[in-house]
């Protein structure tokens, strides 16, 4: 057993086993931490310079990624439509796992040097906090962001909806505040966009940075881009039968919406079960006009602009950007 530093954790006393002294060495680990009022949990910690709930809790998901999930899986696994295919029938938490699900249900880390059968996995984890074991492997890492308006908004609903019942509910405008300080779940969220955008300008044959808008907007574009980069490009045979277009018809938010699997399925931790329906919202670019105002919309436009300055990137959504 290892500690997050990677050192070995201390043997155990009698009569404590593993698990004992794994939870013990975390909460040792966890007191040394910076600390701050959370949201939706209690209090979030500052680790490596990001900001995590307590071990052992499961994070929400935003619609994109559940989208951009089953785009990579029908590219990886096949997309003929076949009522049985697993596409059809699997949540896309299950066809593509969270790798930190590994680490709180104690499950052995697949090894990432196996290149059969292709393997997906999915993290919310900083570039900077990715292990050296991912970075020296042949792994190739896509990474989708979104205008940061939109990610707030789907981020603050898809929490409440989590939000443990002892805990008192915390406002809109509270939640935004944390937010734009960097208090958020992975956040802040502008170093967390910055270092996968950095990564794919020093290394663009391992990393590839997507906008969400982008993908909504010129879906079959960016859908040959990504089989490119993820080695399985389409043959001009498969362009010419359209099978560009069945993987998007097939992946399209309200197809995966009204899967079986996705309205009553459920997503199973080591603590808790959350419902699939759960992690399908609205997908939608542009949301955030109907939830923010004139004024949190200038103060964090304005925030973004600063910290993305110089770096070449920038998180507007189409209509913002005519």
């Given at each position: 057993?290892?500690a997050?530093?990677?050192?070995?954790?201390?043997?155990?006393?009698?009569?404590?086993?593993?698990?004992?002294?794994?939870?013990?060495?975390?909460?040792?680990?966890?007191?040394?931490?910076?600390?701050?009022?959370?949201?939706?949990?209690?209090?979030?910690?500052?680790?490596?310079?990001?900001?995590?709930?307590?071990?052992?809790?499961?994070?929400?998901?935003?619609?994109?990624?559940?989208?951009h999930?089953?785009?990579?899986?029908?590219?990886?696994?096949?997309?003929?439509?076949?009522?049985t295919?697993?596409l059809?029938?699997?949540?896309?938490?299950?066809?593509?796992?969270?790798?930190?699900?590994?680490?709180?249900?104690?499950?052995?880390?697949?090894?990432?040097?196996?290149?059969?059968?292709?393997?997906l996995?999915?993290?919310h984890?900083?570039?900077?906090?990715?292990?050296?074991?991912?970075m020296?492997?042949?792994?190739?890492?896509?990474?989708?962001?979104?205008?940061?308006?939109?990610?707030?908004?789907?981020?603050?609903?898809?929490l409440?909806?989590?939000?443990?019942?002892?805990?008192?509910?915390?406002?809109?405008?509270?939640a935004?505040?944390?937010f734009c300080?960097?208090?958020?779940?992975?956040?802040?969220?502008?170093?967390?966009?910055?270092?996968?955008?950095?990564?794919?300008?020093?290394?663009?044959?391992?990393?590839?940075?997507?906008?969400?808008?982008?993908?909504?907007?010129?879906?079959s574009?960016?859908?040959?881009?990504?089989?490119?980069?993820?080695?399985?490009?389409?043959?001009?045979?498969?362009?010419?039968?359209?099978?560009?277009?069945?993987?998007?018809?097939?992946?399209?938010?309200?197809?995966?919406?009204?899967?079986?699997?996705?309205?009553?399925g459920?997503?199973?931790?080591?603590?808790?079960?959350?419902?699939?329906?759960?992690?399908?919202?609205?997908?939608?670019?542009?949301?955030?006009?109907?939830?923010?105002?004139?004024e949190?919309?200038?103060g964090?436009d304005?925030?973004?602009?600063?910290?993305?300055?110089?770096?070449?990137?920038?998180?507007?959504?189409?209509?913002?950007?005519?």
């Amino acid at each position: 057993m290892m500690a997050t530093d990677g050192r070995p954790c201390e043997k155990s006393s009698e009569g404590e086993d593993e698990d004992e002294v794994g939870k013990r060495n975390n909460m040792e680990i966890i007191s040394k931490l910076g600390k701050e009022e959370g949201w939706p949990l209690e209090y979030m910690y500052e680790y490596q310079g990001f900001w995590y709930a307590s071990v052992g809790r499961h994070s929400s998901d935003h619609p994109s990624q559940v989208w951009h999930d089953m785009v990579q899986a029908s590219l990886v696994f096949g997309h003929e439509p076949d009522p049985t295919s697993p596409l059809l029938n699997t949540s896309p938490h299950d066809l593509v796992p969270f790798l930190e699900l590994y680490l709180h249900q104690n499950i052995p880390f697949p090894d990432p040097y196996s290149p059969h059968p292709p393997q997906l996995f999915q993290t919310h984890l900083p570039f900077t906090s990715l292990s050296q074991y991912v970075m020296e492997s042949r792994c190739r890492i896509v990474y989708v962001c979104r205008n940061p308006k939109d990610v707030f908004v789907s981020l603050f609903c898809s929490l409440e909806k989590l939000r443990d019942e002892r805990l008192k509910p915390i406002s809109l405008e509270k939640a935004f505040e944390l937010f734009c300080k960097g208090i958020s779940l992975y956040g802040p969220f502008w170093d967390h966009v910055l270092g996968y955008w950095k990564a794919s300008l020093e290394s663009p044959e391992r990393v590839m940075s997507l906008r969400y808008e982008d993908m909504k907007r010129e879906s079959s574009f960016h859908l040959k881009r990504l089989a490119e980069f993820m080695d399985y490009p389409f043959s001009t045979e498969e362009e010419k039968q359209g099978l560009v277009n069945e993987i998007l018809e097939m992946c399209n938010f309200e197809n995966l919406r009204n899967l079986e699997v996705n309205k009553t399925g459920r997503l199973t931790t080591n603590s808790s079960q959350i419902e699939n329906h759960r992690f399908f919202r609205k997908g939608e670019v542009g949301d955030w006009k109907r939830h923010l105002t004139d004024e949190m919309v200038e103060g964090i436009d304005k925030l973004i602009d600063q910290k993305l300055a110089g770096s070449g990137l920038t998180l507007h959504d189409c209509s913002e950007e005519a």
